[in-house]
């Protein structure tokens, strides 16, 4: 559906002038999100920046590309909605959630680590 030529001025610009951009106004000291200027905006271990980006980045590129044109019905195919899949996606997410952001915590032992993550 896409070419690669495509892919790699996306990821140009989306590593080089976007992303750049965004993390300087959340953990620069002069961005206008940091909460040295007033705002109290914080950015758990840099998730809220890296996910901003990349979910409004897949979300404007589903809307360019639109609905796939021709759907495949054979054997072989992914029915359009698969609860198994989709299930097992949830928990390979919440696994990695848990997993990526008691690492950044540093510990998950204590009484405040959990609200914390």
């Not at 993390?23 to 007033?38: I, K, R």
């Not at 072989?76 to 915590?105: D, H, R």
Request: include cysteine; charged fraction near 10%; proline fraction near 3%.
């Amino acid at each position: 559906r896409t070419h690669l030529l495509a892919y790699m001025i996306y990821s140009f610009v989306i590593t080089g002038f976007i992303y750049p951009t965004v993390v300087h106004w959340t953990w620069s000291g002069e961005g206008w999100l940091n909460s040295e200027t007033g705002y109290a905006y914080q950015d758990f271990a840099g998730s809220g920046v890296v996910h901003l980006c990349g979910g409004t980045a897949a979300l404007i590129g589903a809307i360019v590309l639109g609905r796939r044109k021709i759907v495949k019905e054979d054997e072989e195919s992914i029915p359009p909605s698969a609860p198994a899949l989709v299930t097992l996606g949830f928990f390979i997410l919440l696994v990695g959630f848990f997993a990526f952001n008691g690492s950044s915590q540093g510990a998950m032992s204590s009484d405040g680590d959990s609200g914390a993550v």
